[in-house]
């Protein structure tokens, strides 16, 4: 099993920024995904951004990109996703998960280790 841990959210005004990070335990393996993933209030869970394990290759929703940076430490078995320029449309419950198929690393169909989720809100 592997365990995930998201912390970091909380309450911003429009324009702030905020740092997500999701400490990975437990099973290893030899190469995969790990992606940020958000729900909003009656509406279904997205894709956010993902970053391959080894070769640190990133995936971006085209509604974050150029404000949102995912990134890893190795060292410390955690990706981060520093977000910018928030706007309340990014206001959701955030999560990370593992994807160890790594074939359409942007579906949330295909990522099987999920954690509890960290809640973001924007205010304008």
């Known amino acids: 099993q592997v365990q995930l841990v998201e912390s970091g959210g909380g309450s911003v005004q429009a324009g702030g920024s905020l740092r997500l990070s999701c400490v990975a335990s437990?099973?290893?393996?030899?190469?995969?995904?790990i992606g940020w993933f958000r729900q909003a209030p009656g509406k279904e869970r997205e894709f956010v951004a993902t970053?391959?394990?080894?070769?640190?290759?990133?995936y971006y929703a085209d509604s974050v990109k150029g404000r949102f940076t995912i990134s890893r430490d190795n060292a410390k078995n955690t990706v981060y996703l520093q977000m910018n320029s928030l706007k309340p449309e990014d206001t959701a419950v955030y999560y990370c998960?593992?994807?160890?198929?790594?074939?359409?690393?942007?579906?949330?169909?295909?990522?099987?280790?999920w954690g509890q989720g960290t809640p973001v809100t924007v205010s304008s």
């Open positions: 998960a593992v994807d160890i198929q790594i074939v359409r690393v942007t579906s949330s169909r295909e990522y099987e280790y």
């Open positions: 437990g099973r290893t393996f030899s190469n995969y995904a």
């Open positions: 970053i391959r394990w080894r070769s640190g290759t990133t």
